[in-house]
């Protein structure tokens, strides 16, 4: 195993957005197991920071891929195409204007089931989105492309949190 090998390489798995949860998490288990700390405690101080340093290093690399916003954002950056979503902030017209849209419905909703219906869109958005950026980083290769669609699936998942966040509000009252 190498330190700076890529978070696929690192669980021998093949760089692509389309993933094995399952797998994902047995790798995850089977890698700690190999480099818990524990294990080096008779190997003295450095074998032990390098087993820290190895499970700090696992658990980026699991994060990343279970999580299919990250694991889309890193495949673009694998391949030439950073999403730089703090400085690259454009968005299509169309998507502003629903953005807009749905912060108004959020401003305006009165009631749990006029805030769990605009979860359901923001939810079903988030979805379609997820396999567009499937089909643009697994069958088309176009990463470019795919930028723009994490960037929106980044808003979309900030959506959601405020949507949640105002459904726990309105649980509490």
């Given at each position: 195993m190498n330190l700076q090998s890529s978070d696929f390489e690192l669980f021998d798995l093949a760089p692509k957005f389309a993933q094995d949860g399952a797998a994902v998490d047995t790798?995850?288990?089977?890698l700690q197991r190999e480099v818990h700390p524990d294990k080096f405690s008779t190997q003295g101080a450095a074998a032990q920071r390098l087993a820290m340093q190895w499970s700090v290093r696992i658990n980026e690399a699991y994060r990343r891929l279970k999580d299919p916003l990250k694991r889309a954002a890193y495949l673009?950056?694998?391949?030439a195409e950073p999403v730089d979503a703090e400085n690259n902030t454009a968005?299509?017209?169309d998507f502003l204007m629903q953005?807009?849209?749905w912060r108004e419905e959020l401003e305006e909703a009165s009631?749990?089931?006029?805030l769990d219906q605009l979860a359901e869109q923001v939810a079903t958005a988030r979805t379609a989105l997820l396999q567009q950026c499937a089909r643009l980083l697994d069958e088309q290769h176009d990463y470019k492309a795919a930028v723009h669609k994490v960037r929106a699936l980044m808003f979309?998942?900030?959506f959601a949190s405020d949507v949640q966040s105002r459904?726990?509000?309105m649980d509490t009252q």
């Open positions: 790798r995850w288990k089977d673009c950056e694998l391949n968005m299509a017209s953005q807009m849209q009631s749990v089931a006029e979309i998942e900030r459904l726990d509000r």
